[in-house]
Structure formats: C-alpha cells, structure tokens
C-alpha cells in the first residue's frame, strides 16, 4: 500500500476552489505528520507551496500567492491543499511529501486543469 | 540568492558508474540539510538519498542503498552523489535540493533545475 495516494486529475474552472487530498496508508495518523506540498510546471523543477501539521506548525514558501492554503480531513487521513480563486497559472502537478518509517514519500501527484 | 546548480548527468550503460555534483551559492551547505531527489521522464517524484545539516549523517532510499553514496565538499559548497552499479530503472532527472532547516526533520525548500541521467545500453 503506498504511504501517500493523491487522485490522478482534477479539473476546476477559473475562479472556483480546488481541494486536493493526499489520502495517508492505514497504520499512520495524518495527525502525527507534517504534510508538504509542491507544485511542477512542465519543464520546471517542483516548487515548494507549504508545511503542515496544525495551525502552529505551518510554513508558506517565499512567494507564495495566499489562495494557497494547507490543512487537514481527520476523519479520512488525509492532508488537503486548498487553491482558492483558481487561475490559469495554477495548471500544473501538485505533490504532496512526508516521512514515512524510514524514507522521504511522495505521492503519485494530482494533474490540475483550469478549464 | 538561493542558487543549486546540477551537473554530472550523462547517458551511461547498465553497470556503469556517474558522479553527480551539485553545486550551491547563496548559503553554506555545511549548515543545511540537503537532499537529492529523482524524477524518471514523464513520471513522479522519488527521494533518493539525504545528508543532515551541521553533521554528515545520511539516508537512502532502499531502491539505491549501497549503490549510491552522497556527500559533501563544504571548500567547495558542493553537494555529490556517487552513483555505482546503474540500472534502467536509474534513469531520471535528478534534482538537488535544499532543505527548509538545518536538520532533515524540516522536509525539502529550494530545489535546482536537475540532471538527466540515462541509464540504458
């Protein structure tokens, strides 16, 4: 089972929300994890959005417009970016990152598009 | 300014060794945790390895242990990865990347633009 499982795809139009979920294996606690997020553009290299483990324990990158928002779904494991007001510019992969027992994981990422 | 700058990346047959190099400005990589992480054409993001800020402590991924050795050159402010015993499933583009804290416990920031490794005959 992967430690870190993120849908495939997500379509918005401009202007709407968009929540993506990085869905954590059975066994860990989304609670106990600081969750990271990063965005890649094709032909870019991934860039760091956010840090999230509670309200305390959050991190925006430099740069980082504010409709980017990070937090957590308890009740199904999962860690959530939230893009607010979508924009064109925010087509791209989103990867969500943590710790898990020995090793860095990434998630599968989830491909936006801005309709 | 934050600058990573890889090099190294080549096409190299299946057994065969490369040693990439990453070179940083902007900050001390003596001071910071660093990582190395890949990215195979057209797919996801793998970590590959790890060193800790202020010591020389390091982690691999289990898919690359004992084959690749990462280190650091702190006259130079450069960060290595010596890649032994490469295989197909190597091939990627390898990023070097910053860490948001001193130690690795505070995940991964800046990243570089990457290296293409080919691993194929």
């Known amino acids: 089972q992967a430690a870190l499982t993120q849908p495939s795809s997500l379509s918005a139009p401009p202007g709407a929300s968009a929540s993506l979920t990085c869905t954590l294996r059975s066994g860990i606690s989304v609670a106990s994890y600081r969750i990271y997020w990063y965005q890649q553009k094709p032909g870019s290299p991934p860039l760091f959005l956010l840090r999230y483990k509670s309200d305390s324990d959050y991190l925006k990158g430099s740069g980082v417009p504010s409709r980017f928002s990070a937090s957590k779904d308890y009740s199904a494991n999962a860690g959530i970016l939230l893009i607010s007001g979508l924009q064109s510019e925010d087509e791209a992969d989103y990867y969500c990152m943590t710790w898990d027992t020995s090793a860095w994981v990434f998630g599968g990422g989830t491909k936006v598009t801005v309709l | 300014e934050v600058q990573l700058l890889e090099s190294g990346g080549n096409l190299v047959q299946p057994g065969g060794s490369l040693r990439l190099s990453c070179a940083a400005s902007?900050?001390?990589?003596?001071?910071?945790?660093m990582t190395w992480v890949r990215q195979p054409p057209g797919k996801g993001l793998e970590w590959v390895s790890d060193?800790?800020?202020?010591?020389?402590?390091?982690n691999y991924a289990e898919s690359v242990r004992g084959r690749f050795t990462m280190s650091r050159d702190t006259s130079k402010n450069t960060l290595d990865l010596q890649m032994n015993s490469l295989r197909a499933e190597d091939t990627a583009v390898y990023y070097c990347?910053?860490?948001?804290?001193?130690?690795?416990?505070?995940?991964?920031?800046?990243w570089g633009r990457g290296t293409l490794v080919t691993v194929a005959s």
């Open positions: 990347v910053k860490g948001l804290d001193f130690g690795r416990w505070g995940g991964w920031g800046y």
């Open positions: 060193i800790n800020g202020g010591d020389d402590s390091t």
């Open positions: 902007g900050f001390s990589i003596s001071v910071y945790a």
